[in-house]
C-alpha cells in the first residue's frame, strides 16, 4: 500500500516548500498581471486593485512594492522559530558566477526548505543572495545615449554615500557598498558613511569594521546607542559627511554604470535640484536585476502612501524630445537620491521628530517644491533596489503609531487644507493629529516663505485627482437604482472583468470607494489616479462597457455632465452613461444612445471634505 507513497516522501519537501512558495506568493496578490486587455495605447498601465491596495503592478506585470508597511499580520503562516544563533549567523558563501551580469539565481530542490526558513529573516531570499559575490556584474541598463553623455566629470562635486541600516544582511548591505565603489568615479567619490541604526546581529559589528577598514574608499561607521530609525540615522550621517552632495542609499541596492555622474551632473547644473536614480527592481525571490520602465513618475495617493504613476500626456511628449534629459517628479520614493549639502541644510533637513519609518519622503518632497527647489528623475541613472512585499523589523511604539504619527506631521506642516481632507478619511492618522508638535517646522515654512499646496497641486501635479474647491467631490448616484458608482476592487471575474464600472450599495461603510472627483475639463477620477473610462465609439460595439482605469488625459476619459437631464455624456462619442442590461444587474456600466430614460440618469452628491 505504501508502495506509490514511498517517492511522494522521498520527494516531500520539494512539494510541501513549493506549495509553501506558491501560498506565499498567492496571499500577497503576487501573480504577475500584464496590462488590461482592451489597451489600445502601449503606455498604459494596469493598476492592481483590491480591497487594501497596497501594491502596484506596471504593464510589464512588474510588482513595485515601495513606501509601505505591509505589517506583522501579512507573513503567511507561523514563521519558523529561528535560534539566535541562526540569526546571527553570517553564511555569505559566494559562488563566483552566481547572478552575474544581473541574473537570477536559481536554487536545486534541496535547498527549498532551507530557503524558505531562511527567508523569513529580511524577508527576501537571503540563500540566493548569500552565493552572489559582492562584486558581481550588472549590465549596462542606460539608454544608448546615456553613455557619452556623461563622460566629461572635471568639475563635478564631490560625494557622500551615505547607507542606513537596521539589521540588514552582511551580503545585501556589502553588495550595496561594493557596488557604489565598483561604479563610482573615484575622484567623485569622497567617501562612504554607514549607519548602523542600533542593529543587532553580531556579524554587523567588529566584523564589518574589519571588512570596510580595507575598503579602498574611505568608508566610516556610525552606531547609533539606541534604536533612532531611519530618518535621524540619515541625520547622523548627513551631519558628518565632507562631500559637496549627499547621496542616500538603501542598504540593499546595487548601482550600474553611470549612476552618479548624471546625478551629480544635474546639482552642478543648479544645486536646488534634489535628484533620484531611475530604481530598478532587485527580485526578492531570485535577485535577478530587473531593468524598470522609465516613464513613472513619483505621488501619492488618498492615504498618503507613495505610488508609481504613468507620467502625463505632456511629460511623455517633453520626453520624446530627448528620452535622456532629467524629468520633474512630484515626489520621491525616499531611498534613492542626491541633494546638495548646503541645501540640504538650509532647507531644514528631515523633520526629526519623525520616527523610524515613513513619510519623509514625502515630507521632503513638498518641501523642496513648496520652498523653491524641485525634485527630478535622472534616466542615465540606473540603480537596483530589492524590493520587500513586508518590514523585517519592529516598529517601536507600534505600526499604527510611528507611520500615521510621521504622515500626520506631512499633513499637518506642509498640506493646507487637504490635511483636513486627509484627517476625515483616515481616522488612524486623526487619531494621533493633536500628539504633534509641528510649530518648529511650520516656522520653518514661514521663514522659507514657501508656496501653498495649492500652488503645488496645480503645478507640481495637475494631474492629480485630489478634491479642489473647483471640482465636484462625492458620490456618483443612479437615480433610477439609487445605487453609487464603485471604484474596481479585487482582480475581477470572468463576468466583470478587471476594471469594470460597477454599483453598489450607496456608502455601505465603503466610504472612499465610492469618492470621485469629477473636474472642469471633464476627467471623473479617484483614488490611485484611475479614471471613468470607456473604449473609443466602435461603430461594430453596440453599448460598450464602461471601465475604471489608469487615468492617462485622454479624450474618451472626458465626460460632459448634463445637470437637467442628470446625463453623464462621454465627450468624445457623445453617448451616456447608462445601466447595465437588466438581464445582468450586476454586471458593468454601458455606454448608449442618449435619451434621457430613468436608466441615464445620475446625481453627483457632493460630499464635504475639509
Ligand atoms: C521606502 C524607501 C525608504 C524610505 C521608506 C519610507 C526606497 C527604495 N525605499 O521604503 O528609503 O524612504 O520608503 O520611510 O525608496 N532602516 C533603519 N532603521 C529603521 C528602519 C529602517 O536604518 O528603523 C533602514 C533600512 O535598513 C533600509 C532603509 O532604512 O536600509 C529603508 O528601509 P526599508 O528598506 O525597509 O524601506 P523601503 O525600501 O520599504
Ligand atoms: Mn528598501
Not at 508502495?3 to 506565499?24: D, H, K, Q, Y
Not at 562635486?157 to 542606513?164: E, F, M, N
Request: charged share 25%; glycine share 8%; with cysteine.
Amino acid at each position: 500500500m505504501l508502495a506509490p507513497c514511498r517517492r511522494l516522501v522521498r520527494l516531500w519537501p520539494v512539494l510541501v516548500s513549493a506549495l509553501l512558495v506558491s501560498a506565499f506568493f498567492l496571499q500577497r496578490g503576487y501573480a504577475p498581471e500584464t496590462s488590461t486587455q482592451d489597451s489600445d495605447r502601449d503606455d498604459w498601465v494596469a493598476v492592481r486593485l483590491s480591497k487594501d491596495q497596497k501594491e502596484y503592478i506596471d504593464r510589464r506585470g512588474v510588482h513595485v512594492v515601495v513606501g509601505h508597511y505591509m505589517g506583522e499580520t501579512s507573513r503567511p503562516g507561523q514563521p519558523p522559530n529561528l535560534t539566535n544563533e541562526q540569526l546571527n549567523a553570517n553564511m555569505f558563501d559566494p559562488q563566483p558566477h552566481e547572478g552575474k551580469n544581473g541574473q537570477a539565481v536559481v536554487l536545486p530542490g534541496h535547498e527549498l526548505p532551507r530557503m524558505q526558513e531562511l527567508y523569513y529573516i529580511n524577508r527576501f531570499n537571503l540563500l540566493a543572495s548569500d552565493r552572489i559575490p559582492l562584486n558581481r556584474s550588472l549590465p549596462d541598463v542606460r539608454k544608448k545615449r546615456c553613455q557619452g553623455k556623461y563622460a566629461n566629470i572635471a568639475g563635478l562635486p564631490t560625494a557622500s554615500v551615505i547607507i542606513v541600516f537596521h539589521n540588514e544582511a552582511w551580503s545585501t548591505l556589502l553588495r550595496t557598498v561594493h557596488s557604489v565603489i565598483n561604479r563610482s568615479p573615484p575622484s567623485l567619490l569622497k567617501e562612504i558613511i554607514l549607519v548602523d541604526d542600533f542593529s543587532s546581529r553580531v556579524f554587523l559589528k567588529e566584523p564589518l569594521d574589519r571588512h570596510v577598514a580595507g575598503l579602498p574608499v574611505p568608508t566610516r561607521i556610525l552606531r547609533a546607542s539606541r534604536r533612532i530609525g531611519l530618518i535621524k540615522a540619515r541625520l547622523l550621517g548627513a551631519e558628518e559627511a565632507e562631500g559637496d552632495v549627499l547621496t542616500f542609499l538603501d542598504a540593499h541596492c546595487e548601482c550600474t554604470k553611470g549612476w552618479l555622474e548624471s546625478l551629480l551632473h544635474r546639482i552642478a547644473q543648479d544645486r536646488t535640484k534634489v535628484v533620484c536614480p531611475v530604481i530598478d527592481i532587485i527580485s526578492d525571490d531570485t535577485f535577478a536585476y530587473v531593468r524598470s520602465f522609465e516613464l513613472h513618475w513619483g505621488a501619492f495617493n488618498w492615504e498618503l502612501h507613495f505610488r508609481w504613476y504613468t507620467l502625463g500626456a505632456g511629460e511623455i511628449k517633453l520626453r520624446k524630445k530627448d528620452i535622456t534629459e532629467p524629468f520633474r517628479t512630484p515626489t520621491m520614493a525616499g531611498g534613492l537620491f542626491a541633494i546638495d549639502k548646503k541645501f540640504f541644510y538650509e532647507l531644514g533637513a528631515y523633520d526629526d521628530q519623525m520616527e523610524i519609518w515613513g513619510g519623509e519622503n514625502l515630507e521632503l518632497s513638498f518641501r523642496v517644491w513648496q520652498c523653491g527647489g524641485s525634485v527630478e528623475i535622472v534616466p542615465c541613472s540606473h540603480v537596483g533596489h530589492l524590493f520587500r512585499k513586508s518590514s523585517p523589523y519592529t516598529f517601536p511604539g507600534g505600526v499604527g503609531q510611528v507611520l500615521y504619527s510621521n504622515l500626520a506631521r506631512v499633513a499637518l506642516v506642509w498640506m493646507d487644507e487637504w490635511k483636513e481632507f486627509y484627517f476625515k478619511f483616515n481616522p488612524e492618522a486623526a487619531a494621533v493629529r493633536d500628539k504633534q508638535a509641528v510649530r518648529s517646522r511650520k516656522m520653518l515654512r514661514e521663514k522659507l516663505q514657501c508656496k501653498s499646496f495649492e500652488w503645488y497641486l496645480d503645478n507640481v501635479w495637475p494631474q492629480h485627482f485630489m478634491p479642489k474647491d473647483d471640482r465636484f467631490f462625492g458620490m456618483i448616484r443612479s437615480r433610477l437604482t439609487r445605487r453609487c458608482l464603485m471604484k474596481p476592487a479585487g482582480k475581477g471575474s470572468l463576468n466583470q472583468p478587471m476594471g469594470s464600472a460597477t454599483l453598489g450599495e450607496c456608502d455601505a461603510g465603503l466610504g472612499l470607494r465610492q469618492m470621485f472627483v469629477m473636474t472642469p475639463e471633464g476627467h471623473v477620477m479617484t483614488d490611485e489616479s484611475v479614471c471613468l473610462d470607456a473604449p473609443d465609439a466602435d461603430p461594430g460595439a453596440r453599448q460598450p462597457k464602461v471601465r475604471i482605469l489608469a487615468c492617462g488625459g485622454q479624450e474618451r476619459q472626458k465626460w460632459l455632465y448634463k445637470k437637467e437631464e442628470g446625463a453623464l455624456e462621454q465627450v468624445s462619442s457623445g453617448l451616456c452613461l447608462d445601466l447595465p442590461n437588466t438581464d445582468a444587474p450586476e454586471g458593468s456600466l454601458v455606454l448608449s444612445a442618449c435619451t434621457g430614460f430613468a436608466s441615464q440618469q445620475w446625481v453627483l452628491d457632493a460630499v464635504p471634505w475639509k
